[in-house]
């Protein structure tokens, strides 16, 4: 159970009912994570307008770029809800199962579905999450080999804010809506999340069964 | 050296959100004009951080508080000197601020059970926010309500973010307000 609660939209301020309405028409459906911030709306405003900026193509990076460091990001911080989610919206992109699997640990490295900027940026993505200070010189050289100083700031922030959030949904103990029930992990399925606490969220989420 | 250019020539893109940086925090921030290499994400995250930065549901002396202690257990240097200076301009004593160290707050004279219980809470996003039990959450119902519990929640992360896209970034912010704050 969520550890405050979700504001429906019928309960909504009007600055609440915006940012709903901007995720319905995006997203087809007011996610849990939405309702949740309706319990401070001004905060709600100004954080969603990051990840409208990045689930989208462009402004200067293809959106299934930015899907592979959601992805990894989010994996390597043990994070079932966003995990799920964005295996479901990568797929729909393009990215098909064995690229997905292949983005656990250091698979990508050698594997042939993942372009050298791909690559590039995932071992970016691997030491921001870690520890950006053992960030080593040919990471650095890579990325810079295939990207533009603007979509650099673009990779940074989708990590920085796929970090953000996911670690304010787990901490809120914001729950997988329905839709989700009966969705085949694939990233935790290549590797166990490492968090014990997280080992027991997957755990009581493959028991639900799939809705309607 | 940033890892990006720094723009000091604001572009007509980024001069409506570089007056608002300007008039918020008395100058613009090398972190925004890093950013600016991004039009679309220096306004997103501009915004979002004079949001962050300033009064709220919380009070914004503890709210500095709050992000040096999540700086300091996610392990961030980005701006943590500026974040200092802030926190005492803000009215916080140096006690206070030093406490907030390892886990000084546990003993420490200077906090209310309340703010304890909220470094209590930091200390555990930064270990496993997946395992945030009723023995953190109960306490923190005790003496905040729903409203300064998701401002907290979102200012413990999002300096989570903020730290990391500094650090990464490699950008140096030794003061962010040149303008009186209080």
Redesign the interface.
Known sequence: MARLPYIEPADADPVTKKVYDDAEARFEMVLNIFKITGNAPEIAEKMWDIYFDILQEGPTLPWIEKELLILKSTKMGDCLYCVTQHEVVSSRLGVHQEKQEHIVGVEYRKSPHYTPGEIAILDLCAHVVLRPETIPAVVWAEVKKHYTDAQIIEIVATIGAYLQVSKFGDALGVQLEEVWHGHEPVLFAVEAPTSKASQHHLKEFMAKQPVG | MP???VIEKPTDEVAEIFQKAEDHFGHVPNFVK??A??????K??T??MI?ALGE??IDWAFKELVILKTLRAT?A?YSYGAHEKLAADLGNSPERIGDTNNSLWVASPHFTAGEKAVFA?VE??AE?????GDEI?NPLLKHWD??Q???L??V???F???G??G???GVSDPILFSKAVR
């Not at chain 2, 496993?128 to 945030?132: A, C, M, T």
């Open positions: 890892a990006t250019a890093v950013l290499n991004n039009p679309t994400f220096c997103s995250l915004e979002f949001q709220g549901r392990g240097y809470y555990q996003i496993d926010p997946n395992d945030v959450w729903n409203g519990l998701l401002e929640s979102a413990i992360t999002t989570l973010n903020i990391r896209m650090d990464t970034l």
